[in-house]
């Protein structure tokens, strides 16, 4: 089983920073993309950023600029920086691991952290 534990939410004042990481755990033998996804009250959950484990990354149009993604695959993390941060940046943001193949499966799974909570005050 793979687990994805997310670390670095809070509270912070509009125009502010917070880095948000995840390492996901359990018998892994590759995953394939590592992402940032949020999803705010009343609304559905978006891709905020992904990154390949050959470094490709995608981003929101509403965080380009602004975040950046980065991952260590011999360590299985991956990571957020966020800057200028915004009231609308305001969510759960949840870490995923997609295509995940195990050494105890021959079937490969995507997998999702639990959430952390990011509020940016105005």
């Known amino acids: 089983q793979v687990q994805l534990v997310e670390s670095g939410g809070g509270l912070v004042q509009a125009g502010g920073s917070l880095r948000l990481s995840c390492a996901a755990s359990?018998?892994?033998?590759?995953?394939?993309?590592m992402g940032w996804y949020r999803q705010s009250p009343g609304k559905q959950r978006e891709l905020v950023a992904t990154?390949?484990?050959?470094?490709?990354?995608n981003y929101a149009d509403s965080v380009k600029g602004r975040f950046t993604i980065s991952r260590e695959n011999a360590k299985n993390t991956v990571s957020l920086q966020m800057n200028s941060l915004k009231p609308q940046d305001t969510a759960v943001y949840y870490c995923?691991?997609?295509?995940?193949?195990?050494?105890?499966?021959?079937?490969?799974?995507?997998?999702w952290g639990k959430g952390t909570l990011v509020t940016v005050s105005s």
């Open positions: 995923n691991a997609e295509r995940v193949l195990t050494t105890t499966s021959i079937f490969a799974t995507d997998y």
């Open positions: 359990g018998s892994i033998f590759r995953i394939n993309a």
């Open positions: 990154i390949t484990s050959g470094g490709s990354t």
